[in-house]
């Protein structure tokens, strides 16, 4: 087959793998962080006995900055579907996948077959052949903050360090692979794409099925969508360089040029990821070359072209389901048309339009410099990998605050067999395990020294695991390391662990506030494993646990007892609501004050609160209100009952339900109304 290639197509194409590699989408980069998304979604799973699953263009590593793409979060239910009954008896609470002449391709129904699922009401209804089965509007996720899109809610994460948007659906697992999907295994494939070993591969990971029907159809609350989310990763992290970045400037190109004509509910992502699998599959592999780049583009910008114009876009794995119907019809495929046709006839002129992450301006400068002088500076690269980093942090720490809040450790022998006895299947697991090190050790301690005839084994055994989780990352296990000392007495050893915390704490150490650059540098020349990347460049918060104590400053304990009966319709994470809770800086300050306080050191003193006021004033923190309740309670310490006052009041204006500030104050009452007493009887 001979291509009509306009001659500047191949030097505007090698300049534009240059741009494409400096903001981050080289392969070591993309690799890098898929390796963390897969290792997020390792850590997420631990929570969740069923096991999640990450999807999207942040699990497939085909995102930048500019474009902000969300997080697909999928939970199993604990039912399982089957394609046969004999097959039931292999799961528990299973349903029997069924469909008939009236249900869309693309659907199915689900039947249950145990007695204990409800076959009347608002779990299952019958179907125009009198069969009982489950209506996809009852599993759905009910938050009034969140929104609704399709089968997907959607809740908006914003904190101190990064903004994501979540796209959390709730489904069935469907092991066997789908019966209407069986013609994709056998296909005649011209150019061997996908191998028969990534056919295998994908096969067995089977489907999931979404509680959402079709638009068009009677049944529509009776019918689950199928859904090929993770043989469709696989896909993507099989593309080669080219198709990769090819994906990712349609994906540009459809938030520049098309979004802001037809909507965003139009012509979507997924539709060009599905374009690139149909036109992979049947082009050869020397096609898809970086010098063709912008041809790759074209042929799927025409590709998608005639879908619109005939209103047919297959499913890549389930052909018959045309993923346009209800989607791209009329007036709305008129525009598409005259927009794609605008773009083609361009030749590559629209890239130059193009305002993500920069690419126009960058293709400009790039185009006026001679291709053997080009070199351009990787310095976006960093910011690629940032919300990836971010999200192992995010899910890391989620992790630990389950473990700690419902004490799974101590009564799952599943767990303990997971993280002690076997080697680990991931990287994930060995970092997880010196968590709970600490949380172990801490627990042991606060256990030995519930009795006034201490039991001196058991304080060594949990000083070792203390030591083995001092290592989890930069603060939290050496903090609570450090309290373990303070609370014996052992002040010198106590302020050697905490200026040990302080030589690591620089500029570098990723927190809630510090964007580090030196991380992500970290995570780009270094080659750090996940573990010591954490170790060494990630602070995370302290979190106490009631069984942990014996071994808590009081300030903290005040914290544990924060929730009363009216507090509970406000809280949203009942399983974080029992924890005591504490940014890492602020706590590393607040056992120094402590430290000195018991050594009796005026001028340490003073300089360790000061830092607990700077970074009160001038950091965003995770925790602000612990942090006012613990700078309170300092004061308190020091006599300044007025000034911890004001503090309190302004952490009760900050957060107003679930806040520990409600008992400082009673205590700065009791002692005014003490004070004023002795006053009246002694003069």
């Not at 993309?30 to 799973?45: D, L």
């Not at 082009?283 to 780049?293: D, K, S, V």
């Not at 302004?650 to 104050?665: D, E, G, H, T």
Request: glycine fraction near 4%.
């Amino acid at each position: 087959m001979t291509w009509n290639i306009p001659e500047y197509f191949k030097e505007v194409s090698l300049r534009l793998n240059g741009v494409l590699d400096a903001i981050g989408l080289r392969e070591d980069i993309r690799w890098k962080r898929i390796n963390m998304w897969i290792q997020s979604e390792e850590a997420q799973a631990c929570n969740f006995g069923n096991g999640s699953h990450l999807f999207g263009s942040q699990a497939e590593g085909t995102t930048t900055p500019g474009l902000q793409s969300d997080v697909d979060t999928f939970f199993p239910l604990s039912t399982t579907a089957v394609h046969a009954v004999e097959n039931w008896v292999l799961y528990t609470n299973s349903v029997l996948v069924v469909s008939d002449e009236n249900t869309p391709p693309g659907f199915v129904k689900l039947q249950p077959i145990e007695n204990d699922l409800q076959t009347t009401g608002i779990y299952c209804k019958s179907d125009r052949y009198g069969r009982s089965v489950l209506c996809n509007d009852y599993f759905e996720m009910r938050n009034d903050e969140w929104e609704r899109h399709g089968p997907a809610t959607t809740y908006h994460a914003y904190n101190s360090v990064t903004k994501l948007s979540f796209d959390i659906v709730l489904g069935i697992k469907l092991y066997a692979w789908p019966d209407q999907a069986s013609h994709w295994l056998t296909r005649n494939r011209r150019y061997n794409w996908p191998s028969q070993e990534m056919i295998v591969l994908i096969q067995q990971t089977g489907a999931l099925l979404v509680p959402v029907g079709h638009k068009h159809s009677q049944e529509q609350h009776l019918e689950w969508r199928i859904s090929i989310s993770y043989g469709e990763k696989l896909l993507v992290w099989f593309f080669n360089s080219t198709q990769y970045k090819c994906y990712i400037l349609l994906k540009m190109i459809n938030k520049t040029f098309i979004k802001p004509v037809v909507g965003d509910d139009t012509l979507s992502s997924y539709h060009f990821k599905t374009c690139m699998f149909h036109l992979i599959e049947n082009t050869p592999a020397t096609i898809w070359q970086p010098e063709n780049l912008l041809l790759c583009v074209e042929m799927c910008l025409r590709l998608v072209y005639v879908w619109v114009e005939g209103e047919i876009c297959p499913n890549y794995f389930i052909p018959e389901e045309n993923m346009f119907q209800c989607k791209i019809y009329g007036h709305i495929s008129r525009q598409l048309l005259r927009v794609l046709s605008n773009l083609l006839n361009e030749g590559c002129i629209y890239l130059v339009r193009i305002s993500c992450d920069n690419i126009g301006e960058k293709l400009v400068r790039a185009c006026q410099t001679p291709l053997k002088e080009l070199k351009l500076q990787g310095e976006d690269a960093r910011e690629v990998i940032f919300t990836s980093a971010i999200m192992l942090r995010v899910c890391i720490q989620r992790t630990v605050q389950y473990a700690f809040s419902n004490d799974w450790i101590f009564y799952s022998r599943v767990t303990v067999r997971r993280f002690f006895c076997h080697k680990p299947r991931r990287e994930v697991h060995t970092i997880l395990r010196t968590f709970l090190c600490s949380f172990i050790g801490s627990k042991l301690a606060a256990q030995s020294l519930i009795d006034e005839n201490l039991d001196n084994h058991s304080l060594d055994m949990a000083q070792e695991f203390l030591l083995w989780g001092s290592s989890s990352d930069v603060t939290s296990g050496k903090l609570k390391l450090a309290a373990f000392y303070l609370v014996q007495d052992n002040l010198n050893i106590c302020k050697d662990v905490l200026n040990e915390i302080h030589e690591k704490y620089s500029y570098k150490i990723l927190d809630q506030n510090n964007k580090s650059r030196h991380m992500l540098q970290a995570i780009l020349s270094e080659n750090l494993s996940t573990s010591q990347l954490i170790s060494q460049y990630i602070a995370f918060p302290v979190h106490y646990h009631p069984s942990e104590m014996n071994i808590t400053p009081k300030a903290l304990i005040i914290e544990m007892f924060r929730s009363t009966g009216s507090d509970e319709v406000f809280s949203h994470k009942n399983y974080l609501r029992k924890l005591a809770s504490v940014d890492p800086k602020v706590y590393l300050y607040f056992l120094d004050f402590l430290c000195y306080h018991r050594q009796n050191k005026r001028l340490h003193k003073v300089v360790a609160l000061n830092n607990m006021i700077f970074v009160i004033q001038h950091e965003r923190l995770d925790f602000m209100d612990t942090a006012l309740n613990l700078l309170a309670y300092c004061l308190i310490q020091e006599g300044i009952f007025l000034g911890a006052y004001n503090i309190l009041c302004k952490s009760m204006k900050l957060k107003k339900a679930l806040n520990a500030s409600k008992w400082q104050i009673t205590t700065i009452l009791n002692h005014s109304f003490r004070f004023r007493r002795s006053e009246q009887l002694y003069g």
